[in-house]
């Protein structure tokens, strides 16, 4: 029988027992259709995964029976964070779960001045949908740790959200000489952000604070990509260095 993995924020645990209720606990039960001696394993987010059997299900209560912990499992994945122009759309939903798939540890929605969708009262809405997003892609790919998605965030905003970054990358367009084989050739390690901007591209005074606060400029030479499929090719080279080291 398959064993399901089942995101659960907040976990909370006693004597060996794990208590679910309201969503999750009708995920498993009603969606999954998981029963008493069933395997289900919960992931934390954080990197620790509970293997578990259903013990009993009690009207809108689930509980289960702790098996064993894996702690904190070690992704062999480089620290990447993404900063990245929203996108208008669907495209933004499937550049979120391919993000998450090739191993994107925090999603930043970045706003350049280019930057054509606009966040009114409904921010909160959209980075709510990302995140269930990065939750179900990070369970279908196998990961356990579940990315953080930040609140849209002004590009002159993100320098909090990045300062565990030691290595800083911005595509652009106007760059000819250095490329990712030059940035990534060499894995140092680092946790790495990478910045793309809007389909407009990157205005002159964005890329000069860029480069203020450590970015280094990078082209993808002659190949013209859509806004969603960059940040992806940048991520396959990362992971491919990643794997090689």
């Not at 907040?10 to 001696?37: D, E, F, Q």
């Given at each position: 029988m ?33 029963g ?6 919960i ?172 970015f ?8 013209i ?21």
């Amino acid at each position: 029988m398959e064993i399901r993995r089942v995101f659960v924020d907040k976990l909370k645990m006693k004597n060996g027992m794990v208590l679910l209720a309201g969503p999750t606990h009708k995920y498993i039960v009603g969606v999954l259709r998981k029963g008493p001696g069933d395997r289900v394993d919960i992931i934390d987010g954080k990197g620790y995964l509970y293997r578990s059997t259903i013990q009993s299900i009690k009207g809108k209560e689930l509980y289960l029976q702790v098996l064993d912990v894996v702690h904190k499992p070690q992704e062999k994945r480089a620290r990447v964070i993404l900063c990245v122009s929203p996108i208008k759309g669907p495209r933004m939903d499937w550049l979120v779960e391919k993000a998450t798939e090739l191993g994107a540890e925090k999603i930043v929605p970045t706003i350049f001045k280019r930057t054509l969708i606009k966040f009114n009262d409904n921010a909160t809405e959209k980075t709510e949908r990302w995140k269930r997003i990065g939750i179900e892609a990070s369970r279908q790919s196998g990961r356990f740790i579940i990315p953080e998605i930040a609140e849209p965030t002004p590009l002159r905003g993100i320098a909090d959200l990045i300062k565990d970054a030691g290595k800083r990358v911005v595509l652009y367009e106007k760059e000819r000489n250095t490329t990712l084989k030059d940035v990534f050739g060499t894995n140092t390690g680092d946790t790495t952000c990478i910045a793309i901007g809007p389909e407009g591209g990157i205005e002159e005074t964005e890329v000069e604070w860029l480069k203020e606060n450590g970015f280094t400029p990078c082209t993808l030479g002659e190949n013209i990509f859509r806004a969603e499929t960059t940040p992806l090719v940048v991520l396959s080279v990362i992971l491919y260095e990643s794997a090689r080291s």
